[in-house]
């Protein structure tokens, strides 16, 4: 049931916490004075974000936001200008999750929801992610509806749900939106990639829930791509292990008719992604790596005969992210990640109101988060290490910048502790990046040490405002955050480097990290523990496991325990599918070598072990399944050592709950307190 709640009592003013800036003196002042505070509640780190994902609806009168309301995620919208009052409108789903919003004129908001849950209730089978899209007037009191309810369209994984793809400048009511429908009978689930499920885009009323067809792709087809008025101008194709040619990408542009455009071979880790038309709508972006180290942005042209352009590459750094303009849909810039967000804007307007906005907010990676139609006001959120992300309104008309919400406000700058580059070779030569966080209040001398090793694999750490590393360090921990080869933003080759390392080299590199932190007299030699979520789960069971002499104690949440096995579920694509061939390459071995796969599987060599093991899991987590968990506490249980589980219930893989993720870090907390603690 959709609730439509106003009882909220939160005004635009009561949300403005801060100035925009502290003076120098004053914010000395508030680091002596806090000094001798003591850490701040677990809570403090634990709560979701008070604001995230923010976007002003089409005249820059009203924006939308993610907040947490009881612990769970829902979306608002307030009023920029409210008169006293005034309260904000809240969309919440009942045991649902916002995880998006979106403006589609200056009064119709629609929110997207999911909700975990079990395909076959009875037996528990088949764990998938639902999504539901809602729509609701602002200014009328009508009921919330779900946009194309019982119509059989579905994502590309089988779970519910479909994907909007674009708005219409000409049509202000109308959302185009793709999924796959399904023709026959029975389980839909059963049935992806069969040939009876088309890929197909409606035109749909966001006012009254109509429906006009407006494609239907053909048996490849996974990807549509609009311009503004709602024309077709591009398609994703993509082939899987059983068709020809194998494992394929290829973009189509419309001109007139359908045309080839460029044809991609994604067997084994090459990658590109169909973005949308680019500024001048002459051509759609692809984001590639192609021959190149570093990925870039090129243009497809539409016009048969014209040649690719490439329009940014960085020569350092893969681009992180591409910006695509709210209204429209245009590529308007990139983002990369040095060591911290930088952004680029092709769009001169964008371009010089992003420079204003670094000069306003020196040091702090800034991000123009949101804009209005006529780009004259804007949302900003801006973040580091000692200021978590936060909004700003602009306006242009009075170059008036405003505080108006910090994302963590049981947080004070003074509170948080400073991040420093720490760079070091591995034992090969390899150059790693790697970020230290050091408590404050303490000198950096023989400290008890938190390692946190990032997730993916294919993620990286960065400059910024980061609760987990944040919270250990208000505990009194040093943090020392390692990019180890394979993380993504330095490149192929870097990369590349972590194929086939499971275990070996990108567990060498975390290991190197902590020599060079004792070796530095930062760790105490005695008191280090390896902390990781996901992939850094594995790496924390593989540290434990497999350099049991160098850890006081391990933490692994989500993490994986039987490498075989998560191949196993890549195997349901098909032995020599992409999503096999992916996770073969970063593991180094094949699914059929089943020794090798027990070689790097900590579960397998639990007698290793010697540090106290902590392992937490959600029973709802749709990409690492908590058997995972399971898997590794029967396995030490079995060899006699000394572990604690704790099952996380109802929320997901990214901790979107507030009370699991206030448990998560209190049971660290207490863990690290017990075996590394001062």
Known sequence: MIALRLELGITMTSVRLRAAHLAAASFAALLAASAAQAAPPVEAFGNLPAIQSVHLNADGTYFSALEPVNGRNAVLVFQLHPPPGAKPQVYALKDADANGSMWVNNDRIIGSFYQNKFNDESTGMNLRKFERIVSASISQKTQPFFLMEGTRVYSQNGGQGFGIVGLNVDKPDIVYVQGFRYYDSGDADTRLGNGRARLEIFAVNAVNNSIDQVDTGDRFT???????????????????????????????????????????????????????????????????????????????????????????????????????????????????????????????????????????????????????????????????????????????????????????????????????????????????????????????????????????????????????????????????????????????????????????????????????????????PKKVCIVGGSYGGYAALAGATFTPDLYACAVSYAGIADVRSILGMARGAGADSSAMHFWED?????????????????AFHAQNVRAPVLLLHSNMDTVVPIQQSERELNALQAAGKQVRFVRLEGSDHTLDHADARTTVLREIESFLAAHIGN
Do not use: C
């Not at 759609?284 to 590459?313: C, F, M, R």
């Not at 973040?383 to 306006?395: R, V």
């Not at 960065?462 to 505990?475: E, L, T, V």
């Open 586 to 602: 970063r593991v180094g071995v094949s699914y059929a070598d089943s020794a090798a796969l027990e070689a790097i599987s900590p």
């Open 222 to 524: 996974v990807g549509y791509r609009l311009d503004e008025h709602g024309n077709l101008v591009g398609r994703h194709d993509a082939t899987d292990e059983s068709e020809l040619p194998k494992n394929t990408d290829t973009f189509l542009v419309r001109d007139g008719g359908w045309r080839e455009a460029a044809t991609f071979d994604n067997t084994r880790g090459s990658y590109a992604a169909l973005e949308n038309l680019s500024m001048d709508g002459s051509g759609l972006v692809v984001w590639k790596y192609g021959s190149h180290d570093k990925n870039y942005l090129e243009t497809l042209p539409i016009k048969a005969g014209a040649q690719p352009s490439v329009i940014y590459q960085n020569p350092d750094y893969d681009v992180s992210d591409v910006i695509q303009d709210d209204w429209t849909g245009r590529v308007v810039g990139a983002r990369y990640v040095d060591d911290k967000i930088e952004t680029v804007f092709f769009d001169p307007v964008l371009a010089h109101i992003q420079k204003r906005m670094e000069a306003a907010l020196p040091g702090q990676s800034v991000t123009l988060a949101s804009w209005n139609r006529k780009r004259d006001t804007f949302l900003v959120s801006a973040q580091d290490p000692h200021d978590p992300p936060g909004i700003y309104l602009f306006t242009t008309a009075d170059s008036h910048l405003e505080y108006l919400m910090n994302g963590w406000p049981g947080l004070q700058p003074s509170d948080l502790a400073d991040v420093k580059t720490y760079p070091y070779k591995a034992r090969d030569g390899l150059d790693i990046h790697a970020y230290l966080t050091l408590p404050n209040g303490k000198s950096p001398h023989n400290l008890p040490t938190v390692i946190l090793p990032h997730g993916g694999p294919d993620g990286r750490d960065f400059i910024g405002f980061d609760y987990w590393a944040q919270f250990f360090a208000s505990r009194g921990y040093a943090v020392l955050q390692p990019n180890f080869r394979g993380s993504i933003g330095y490149g192929v080759a870097f990369r590349n480097a972590g194929y086939g390392q499971w275990g070996r080299k990108m567990q060498d590199d975390i290991t190197d990290g902590v020599k060079k932190l004792i070796a530095d007299g930062i760790a105490d």
